[in-house]
């Protein structure tokens, strides 16, 4: 099956500082990867979608300035998280999808903490 | 019109028993929906989908069941298992676009 892996798995830094994580399609071509930020006991909450080579889309209420999304190749995405505060400690997750428009392949997920 | 609702929020069964998880949708352009299981402090991975032309899908003792008419579709887990112990999430999809998320549901097995 298709794997998806992100680095690192979990990170904690100081506030004010910025976090970088990737996301890596393994043995596929990665057209579309999505952004996922998940609360303790919650449902993941899109982020932004990005397309290689594109811009990324973001969903409404997420700061584009603060959650900086690159695709630059067909088999990795990062988030670069900017200014980082507590209140953005979370567990972030990506998603790969490769030739079937309906199959998304899940990352690890990475747990950012921001004391 | 966006939203997938899912229940029941937590589950606790006997090992051996059946695991029933229910979600209903409103947009009729949704045309594919699979089931995510979670482990804690792990990614979501794909367990079971279903396209809405047919009414039941089965792999193993995971049963998805359709009901196009009333917009729900359904999680069965047969002969639960400890090890099945995890959040389940179901999903709604149109073609191209965004995953919407059910709002999850924790799943107990008791040995």
């Known amino acids: 099956g298709a794997v998806v892996s992100q680095h690192p798995s979990r990170v904690i830094c100081k506030s004010g500082t910025s976090v970088k994580i990737e996301c890596r399609s393994l043995?596929?071509?990665?057209?579309?990867m999505f952004w996922y930020r998940q609360f303790p006991k919650q449902s993941l909450m899109l982020m932004a979608t990005s397309n290689e080579g594109s811009k990324a889309t973001y969903e409404q209420g997420v700061e584009k300035d603060k959650f900086l999304i690159n695709h630059a190749s067909l088999t990795l995405s990062t988030l670069t998280v900017t200014s980082a505060h507590p209140e953005d400690s979370s567990f972030y997750i990506c998603?790969?999808?490769?030739?079937?428009?309906?199959?998304?392949?899940f990352g690890p997920g990475t747990r950012l903490t921001v004391t | 019109q966006q939203q997938v609702k899912q229940s029941p929020q937590s589950l606790i069964v006997q090992k051996g028993g059946i695991s029933i998880i229910n979600c209903a949708y409103e947009?009729?352009?949704?045309?594919?929906f699979p089931w995510y299981q979670q482990f804690p402090g792990k990614g979501p991975a794909l367990l079971i989908a279903?396209?809405?032309?047919?009414s039941e899908k089965k792999e193993g003792r995971f049963t998805i069941s359709f009901n196009k008419s009333a917009k729900q579709f359904s999680l069965h887990i047969m002969d639960s298992q400890p090890g099945d112990s995890a959040t389940y999430f179901c999903?709604?999809?149109?073609?191209?676009?965004?995953?919407?998320f059910g709002e999850g549901t924790q799943l107990t097995v008791n040995p």
């Open positions: 279903i396209r809405p032309d047919v």
């Open positions: 999903a709604a999809q149109t073609s191209g676009s965004r995953l919407t």
């Open positions: 947009n009729t352009a949704f045309d594919y």
């Open positions: 043995d596929f071509q990665a057209t579309t």
């Open positions: 998603s790969a999808s490769g030739g079937s428009i309906h199959e998304q392949y």
